[in-house]
């Protein structure tokens, strides 16, 4: 049996209203060993393409997240599911061709910590794939966000409303090479590369 899941009513009008079509335009051209940072409750496993190369490991922080979405992640054989912090993973340096992170960065306990876990565990020549919400661009529109994330950390499980992941992923070594805005920015999608040591 199914077990309900808070997080996929919550989200369910979103995926109706555009989430779903984000996620899939993230994922479109992802190939190679993949990491997937806050599967959650494998809401990208059908997204993914059917590329005969593709090896995709699964990660997810939430205990109740995972069993929710045990039964879902039968149908998604070729995907390894594990139990895991972004700001540890349990993976040895430059194993990965791209790293997939949707709707992650927001709650993460340590940004800068899970960059890092980010670019050590990425090929020198791997692709980040983020689709995040962030602190609006507007500037009055960004002290709303501000205000509003307090409360609303303590309601969505650390959930930031206010985090500048744009300016965060490159600050941790990486270069932004495509940048797509949603929403007015508030939804903003991300392919990025390690940067030359030349950068850095």
Known sequence: ???????DIFMLPLEYFGLRRLRRRVLRNVS?????????????ASFYPPFPDLEIIAVEPSR???LCAEPRRKNYPHIVWIQGL???????????????AT???????????????????????GTLHILEHVRPPQ??????FDWLTPPWKL???GCHLNRESGAAIEEAGFTITQRRFYLGGVVQSFE????????R
Not at 86 to 100: M, Q, Y
Not at 192 to 199: D, G, V
Request: proline letters at 6%; charged letters at 20%; hydrophobic letters at 40%.
């Open 32 to 44: 190679g060993r993949i990491l997937e940072l806050g599967a959650g409750t494998a809401a990208n």
């Open 155 to 157: 309601m969505s499980e």
């Open 103 to 125: 709707l992650v960065l927001c709650s993460v306990h340590s940004l800068e910590n899970t960059l890092a876990e980010f670019r050590r565990v990425l090929q020198p020549d």
């Open 64 to 66: 109740e997240k995972v």
């Open 192 to 199: 990025a590369c390690l940067s030359q040591p030349s950068r």
């Open 139 to 144: 500037p009055w529109l960004g002290r709303i």
């Open 1 to 7: 049996m199914t077990r309900p899941c808070f997080y």
């Open 86 to 100: 972004g700001e540890n993973l349990p993976f040895a340096e430059a194993t990965f061709d791209r790293i997939v």
